[in-house]
């Protein structure tokens, strides 16, 4: 729809006043008034020629005309710019009257339409012998006129046609309007002029403002005809919305006969092949200026786009959740000095500065997620969500809704409304796919079409979703070996293996051994008072570890860090009870600190690393090796939990007397 021009409102008004005669005469008088106010215009025309002359003017026609009389009633009723009428004062007409008085024992009151009831009081409350006339058109004055004369009226009073009649009878004549009413008239005339200005400069926004919805927008009047559509509503039902308004909708939109909603609030309904959402409201109306008519009520009616409600509520739902999905680890964090952690930082810091997917070999425990969450803080994507989710720990149907998320109804339980995905949840951040060796075949899949189309279809939907991610993989297995054993797509794998980073494991970085158990149980005394009493800081929590420390280092640690932090609660634990069974001990408790964790001590809280075989004795373990001995670790604190108790230990654990044996002989082979 073409944009109309803005109304200037600095701009002087165009006011054209038209009569003739004395009007006329009266018009000329008093026009220098309004030189600077107005661009005043007086036209000595009646009736059907002055009609002429406003139709003739077009875009420099008047912005409201000023008349009297019949003429000004003729006007009215035939042009399109808004009339404004001279009315005479009560002191015009007292004044008149009293002047034909003077001429003539018989006096006519002569106006157009019905003499208003306030004259007739008022001649009646002061005793003037009145006769009172009216007339609807010039031919009726001229019967008016003669007909008075013919009753014996010597003088008549009234409008500029009425006066030049009654003058061309031989009767006497006085006009009717004072200099006072058409200042009045021209006064209100301006007042209008101004109005109409503001209200086209609101009505103009109010469009402006539809033109830039993005949904459909009409408004109708209270008989269902319309007010004003914005072009995209009216290219949706293929109509002009220049040429719609002012029509009834139905009438240009027969499709929508008996589908609209009835009442107040939101319905579903199909246009030409596309399904919307629309929205019923009430529209106040509002009467014209200087109407005495009721304000009609009229009805706002939205047409939303199903697919761009579903489109706002993925967005809408993948912003709430990336508030969750955060992350806490930064480079810093990861504590070692060492010749190969190092180089695992050196690398973190150059492919942060890349898009290209990263896949991170370790074995478990050896810290994956903290590198991947350090690549994301130091990312262009750090503001965005980071989302882990560790492929193995669902089975496949839950895997796959957690990932690619489900529209409501794609299968029995899903929730009302669908679910988005954390592919979705991740957009504009990281992706951290742990465990990637785990995930099933059917999904490795649909996965790789996210990694090479960058869009996710969800879950019972033909609709696919653009995401903007970076996706990091984490695994402790050799996804060779899964490619070569048919396990792991090898096209997957080679999409994942862009940029690689290989994590050591803790064995292999003796030389942060103490400061990592150091920094691991200052973090317990931060979060345990007992401890905290002991241990006030770093320096304090390495001497914890003087006299053992190479007993911890010539253990294999195949749990890597997890394990040694495993081992590092223990020993917390241990301290902090020791602390609270010699609360009051003379001697202060940073002198007693450093011979608390004595090998005994150790022997107590950590069996393992005494009957384990020392690093070097053996060859490197294999991965299966390694989970034997994680889970044997498992089972023994399990045990000491339970004081030995491994009837106990059994049931906590949920296996028998014989699979407990077996897997803690299985652990040292």
């Known amino acids: 729809m073409p944009t109309e021009p803005a109304p200037d409102l600095s701009a002087r008004p165009r006011i054209w006043a038209i009569g003739i005669?004395?009007?006329?005469?009266?018009?000329?008088?008093?026009?220098?008034?309004?030189?600077?106010?107005?661009?005043?215009?007086?036209v000595s025309r009646g009736y059907e020629d002055a009609v002429q002359e406003v139709l003739a003017a077009g875009a420099a026609r008047p912005d409201i005309v000023i008349a009297g009389g019949s003429n000004g009633a003729y006007l009215k009723s035939r042009v399109e710019v808004p009339v404004m009428l001279i009315n005479p004062t009560g002191f015009d007409v007292m004044h008149a009257l009293a002047r034909a008085r003077r001429d003539a024992a018989s006096v006519a009151l002569v106006t157009h339409g019905e003499t208003p009831d306030e004259v007739r009081r008022f001649a009646l409350a002061y005793g003037i012998d009145v006769v009172f006339a009216s007339y609807a058109s010039?031919?009726?004055?001229?019967?008016?006129?003669?007909?008075?004369?013919?009753?014996?009226?010597?003088?008549?009073?009234?409008?500029?046609?009425?006066?030049?009649?009654?003058?061309?009878?031989?009767?006497?004549?006085?006009?009717?309007?004072?200099?006072a009413s058409v200042r009045a008239a021209f006064d209100a005339a301006l007042d209008v002029v101004h109005a109409t200005r503001l209200e086209a400069l609101r009505r103009l926004r109010l469009d402006n403002l539809l033109q830039h919805l993005r949904d459909g927008v009409v408004a109708l009047d209270a008989h269902g005809r319309i007010d004003a559509i914005n072009q995209?509503?009216?290219?949706?039902?293929?109509?002009?919305?220049?040429?719609?308004?002012?029509?009834?909708?139905?009438?240009?939109?027969?499709?929508?006969?008996?589908?609209?909603?009835?009442?107040?609030?939101?319905?579903?309904?199909?246009?030409?092949?596309?399904?919307?959402?629309?929205?019923?409201?009430?529209l106040t109306g509002l009467a014209p200026p200087?109407?005495?008519?009721?304000?009609?009520?009229?009805?706002?009616?939205?047409?939303?786009?199903?697919?761009?409600?579903?489109?706002?509520?993925?967005?809408?739902?993948?912003?709430?959740?990336?508030?969750?999905?955060?992350?806490?680890?930064?480079?810093d964090d990861i504590v070692g000095g060492s010749a190969p952690i190092a180089a695992v930082k050196a690398l973190v810091q150059r492919y942060a500065q890349s898009d290209a997917t990263v896949l991170i070999r370790g074995e478990s425990g050896t810290g994956k997620e903290m590198v991947s969450q350090s690549l994301h803080r130091l990312s262009a994507r750090r503001e965005f969500p980071f989302v882990a989710i560790n492929c193995g720990a669902f089975p496949e149907a839950l895997l796959e809704s957690e990932l690619f998320g489900y529209?409501?109804?794609?299968?029995?339980?899903?929730?009302?409304?669908?679910?988005?995905?954390?592919?979705?949840?991740?957009?504009?951040?990281?992706?951290?796919?742990?465990?990637?060796?785990?995930?099933?075949?059917p999904l490795q899949s649909r996965l790789l079409r996210v990694l090479q189309e960058r869009e996710v279809v969800r879950l019972g939907s033909t609709e696919p979703t653009r995401v903007d991610i970076r996706v990091v993989a984490a695994t402790h297995r050799a996804l060779t070996e899964g490619v070569e054993a048919g396990t792991f797509r090898a096209d997957l794998y080679y999409r994942l293996n862009i940029l690689n980073i290989a994590l050591p494991p803790l064995r292999e970085r003796h030389a942060d051994l103490l400061p990592l158990a150091a920094e691991l149980l200052w973090q317990a005394a931060r979060r345990e008072t007992r401890l905290s009493r002991l241990i006030r800081d770093r320096d304090a929590a390495m001497r914890v570890f003087a006299s053992v420390g190479e007993t911890l280092r010539r253990y294999a640690w195949p749990g890597n860090v997890r394990e040694l932090q495993n081992v590092v609660e223990r020993i917390a634990v241990e301290l902090g009870g020791h602390d609270e069974d010699h609360a009051s001990a003379s001697a202060s408790a940073s002198a007693r600190v450093p011979d608390r964790l004595t090998p005994a001590v150790l022997r107590s809280v950590a069996p393992e690393i005494f009957t384990a075989r020392p690093r070097g004795d053996h060859a490197p373990m294999t991965l299966r090796q390694r989970s034997r001995h994680v889970e044997a670790d498992?089972?023994?604190?399990?045990?000491?939990?339970?004081?030995?108790?491994?009837?106990?230990?059994?049931?906590?654990?949920?296996?028998?007397?014989?699979?407990?044996?077996?897997?803690?002989n299985a652990s040292s082979q």
């Not at 005669?21 to 007086?42: C, K, N, Q, T």
């Open 634 to 664: 498992e089972i023994r604190a399990v045990l000491a939990a339970c004081n030995g108790d491994r009837d106990a230990a059994c049931r906590t654990l949920g296996i028998s007397k014989t699979t407990l044996w077996r897997k803690l």
């Open 138 to 179: 010039e031919q009726e004055a001229e019967s008016c006129v003669l007909d008075l004369r013919d009753r014996g009226v010597g003088a008549v009073v009234g409008p500029g046609l009425v006066t030049d009649l009654a003058a061309r009878a031989g009767m006497g004549a006085v006009f009717l309007y004072s200099r």
């Open 290 to 331: 200087g109407s005495s008519g009721q304000a009609e009520d009229g009805t706002v009616l939205t047409f939303q786009e199903s697919r761009a409600v579903e489109r706002l509520d993925r967005t809408l739902r993948s912003r709430s959740r990336g508030q969750q999905f955060t992350a806490r680890y930064r480079l």
């Open 21 to 42: 005669s004395r009007l006329r005469d009266l018009f000329r008088d008093i026009a220098g008034e309004y030189d600077g106010r107005a661009e005043l215009r007086v």
């Open 407 to 441: 529209e409501e109804g794609a299968f029995t339980g899903a929730r009302k409304g669908g679910k988005a995905g954390l592919i979705e949840a991740a957009h504009r951040g990281t992706l951290f796919l742990d465990e990637i060796g785990e995930m099933p075949l």
């Open 232 to 282: 995209r509503l009216a290219g949706a039902l293929g109509i002009d919305a220049a040429d719609a308004a002012g029509k009834r909708l139905v009438d240009v939109a027969p499709e929508l006969e008996g589908i609209l909603p009835d009442t107040d609030g939101e319905s579903f309904c199909a246009v030409r092949g596309v399904s919307y959402v629309v929205h019923r409201g009430p």
